[in-house]
């Protein structure tokens, strides 16, 4: 039973998702309860799971009863597994968020909603398991499409924005298919396994390095690396408050697993095509990415943009600790990537309260916020002293093995990118609390009724998250290293 | 020089694919019209699925099913069927994608009352 875990956890979503429209039919008051359970039952689930890898080792589950390299596979090892409690964790946290939020925004057609949402969930879940490149394109899809749906779902300015989001998307996943089959037309298989074993004796052809570089690409895109990050500012700003946390802290983060996946697991940490490192060149593009983000996060007056940027640049710290190339940085990278997606979901969480509440769109209108209840400016403080790395928050703790791992690998760049995306963070939330604790004018009553206690409880739940991971990081980071780091270092 | 185009002109499939690849950028790069937009963004999957298949191809060779069981098995009259079965589930995965798009666009043109993008972004400010 247990080796069957993996596939529990990507079925339960996905039959739930496909149920609920037609249990809907008749009992669409079911349909709340029923997503609800599905994705709270994902986390026992998903911890069984991490034990049992622990215990037994990785599961590698042949679909099927074929054996890959011929059949599918899905890898459920030690990295994978952390992945998918923090995605499980942070599904139902984000649900609740978004269910209770929505239900304000959209009304009717929320049985839709949720299977959008647990198609997103069953999409992402077989990301983080797929062991085979063509299966990750798949999975890759199924989750992007339900992010354009989800996105352009309250209509209005996000409709644009979700069509930009989808030609990009698609244009991604396309170039990460190209990349696909040029591996495949050289080596002959799909499995990443087996990749690992065929790839070093062509690792000279010049059609290697080509399906390589279109495969990063199309997931640079998918990740929203500073240079290929059109749709996502745009998308993450027009779409629904509740829609956003969603993306932001589950979407880009599992295309970037999906890299770190191929980049290691596939490609080897020792890489070099045509002279070229590839651990080093994906380091160089996380370091422009990390200051360029902050930077222009800087430069923003819309609220939600400001922090999608933020989003951005963070991208570029999690690629900058995963290639300074040992085992430090690595797990400092693996790490940041698990407190980033809470601090994400946070910052939305915290961003959507203040728009739908208190009407903040730009920093201007933050001065609403003064002498507010302290349950949101307090929650707002811990994300940001996260965001920017104080201790004793998880952001700290993260930047910390990075920069820890920078200098054991000497890497006075990687150190040099951290540092200053750090004070550009700095930079734009002293901004916010500029405005959030200067004393203003008398301001107009907030037009709604009290919030519900589901949005006030998923939002300081993900504050104390913030905290206990950065209080409790060194052990986190000890077992990371023990469990999740690839081979070659 | 001359030896370079013609070991182009040896893999006309390949040329084929760059053609439509580069062509449908072209479109979804310089037409304003959403549909148009779309229609580039189909070409560039389906040359990639073009290029897929073409991989397999194998001069003389057919399906994957032995036609004897007593015969030795030849692996060169077969084509291999993976890139196929690879291409059938690209398809629908573009298919699936067309389908969000096409219903993306329809309620733009419902909100906006236009297809053309310079318009929509002029209503947007």
């Not at chain 1, 070093?200 to 495969?215: E, I």
């Not at chain 1, 910390?400 to 951290?418: D, F, K, P």
């Not at chain 1, 004018?441 to 009724?449: C, L």
């Not at chain 2, 298919?95 to 909100?111: E, N, Q, R």
Request: glycine share 10%; charged share 10%; net charge neutral.
């Amino acid at each position: 039973m247990s080796r069957h875990l993996p596939a529990i956890l990507f079925l339960l979503p996905l039959f739930t998702a496909i149920s609920l429209p037609l249990i809907g039919l008749k009992y669409s008051a079911w349909c709340r309860l029923l997503a609800y359970l599905a994705l709270f039952l994902m986390i026992p689930v998903s911890i069984a799971n991490l034990v049992y890898v622990l215990q037994n080792g990785p599961i590698r589950y042949a679909f099927g009863g074929w054996a890959p390299p011929m059949g599918i596979e899905w890898v459920a090892d030690g990295l994978a597994s952390v992945i998918m409690v923090a995605l499980s964790v942070l599904a139902l946290v984000c649900f609740i968020f978004g269910e209770s939020m929505i239900a304000l925004q959209l009304g009717t057609r929320m049985v839709y909603l949720y299977t959008l949402i647990l198609l997103l969930v069953a999409g992402l879940t077989g990301m983080v398991f797929a062991g085979d490149l063509f299966n990750l394109f798949v999975f890759l899809e199924v989750a992007a499409l339900c992010g354009y749906a989800l996105v352009g779902v309250a209509g209005g300015k996000a409709l644009v924005s979700a069509f930009r989001y989808l030609i990009l998307g698609t244009f991604g996943a396309s170039l990460y298919l190209l990349g696909v089959s040029f591996l495949y037309a050289v080596t002959g298989t799909l499995n990443m396994e087996d990749l690992t074993h065929r790839l070093p004796q062509v690792m000279t052809s010049k059609a290697v390095a080509v399906g390589v570089l279109f495969m990063f690409l199309g997931l640079g895109i998918k990740m929203a690396l500073i240079p290929l990050h059109g749709w996502l500012p745009d998308a993450y700003t027009h779409a629904p408050d509740s829609i956003t946390p969603f993306l932001a802290s589950m979407v880009t983060k599992v295309a970037l697993y999906g890299w770190i996946r191929i980049m290691f697991w596939v490609l080897g940490a020792k890489t070099v095509l045509y002279q070229i490192p590839v651990l080093q060149l994906v380091g160089t593009l996380g370091c422009v990415a990390a200051v360029v983000g902050a930077a222009l996060a800087l430069s923003q007056r819309e609220v939600k943009r400001m922090f999608a940027f933020g989003g951005l640049s963070h991208i570029g710290i999690i690629l900058v600790g995963i290639s300074v190339g040992n085992q430090t940085g690595f797990a400092g990278g693996v790490f940041y990537l698990l407190n980033d997606a809470v601090m994400q979901a946070g910052l939305f969480f915290f961003a959507g309260v203040a728009m739908y509440r208190y009407q903040v769109f730009t920093i201007e209108d933050l001065v609403q916020l003064h002498g507010r209840p302290s349950w949101l400016v307090g929650s707002l403080i811990v994300i940001a002293m996260s965001m920017i790395g104080i201790p004793p928050t998880g952001g700290f703790f993260g930047k910390w093995y990075i920069i820890l791992g920078a200098i054991e690998a000497e890497n006075y760049m990687a150190i040099g990118a951290v540092l200053a995306a750090t004070l550009l963070t700095m930079g734009y939330f002293i901004k916010v609390f500029e405005r959030v604790f200067r004393d203003s004018t008398p301001r107009p009553e907030p037009h709604q009724g009290e919030l519900s206690s589901p949005l006030r409880g998923s939002l300081v739940g993900v504050s104390v998250m913030i905290i206990v991971l950065g209080v409790v990081s060194d052990p986190i980071v000890r077992f990371l290293i023990d469990t999740t780091i690839p081979a070659g270092f | 020089m001359f030896e370079i185009i013609e070991g182009w002109l040896q893999r006309p499939n390949y040329i084929t694919f760059v053609l439509l690849f580069l062509w449908g950028i072209y479109i979804m790069v310089t037409r304003y019209n959403l549909v148009k937009k779309l229609i580039g963004m189909y070409l560039v999957q389906t040359s990639v699925i073009f290029f897929l298949v073409t991989t397999s191809a194998k001069q003389g060779a057919t399906v994957p099913i032995l036609l004897s069981t007593t015969d030795v098995i030849q692996p060169e009259t077969y084509t291999n069927p993976l890139p196929h079965v690879l291409t059938l589930t690209a398809i629908v995965v573009g298919v699936a994608t067309l389908g969000v798009s096409l219903a993306l666009a329809d309620a733009i043109y419902k909100k906006y009352g236009s297809l053309d993008e310079e318009e929509i972004l002029k209503r947007l400010e």
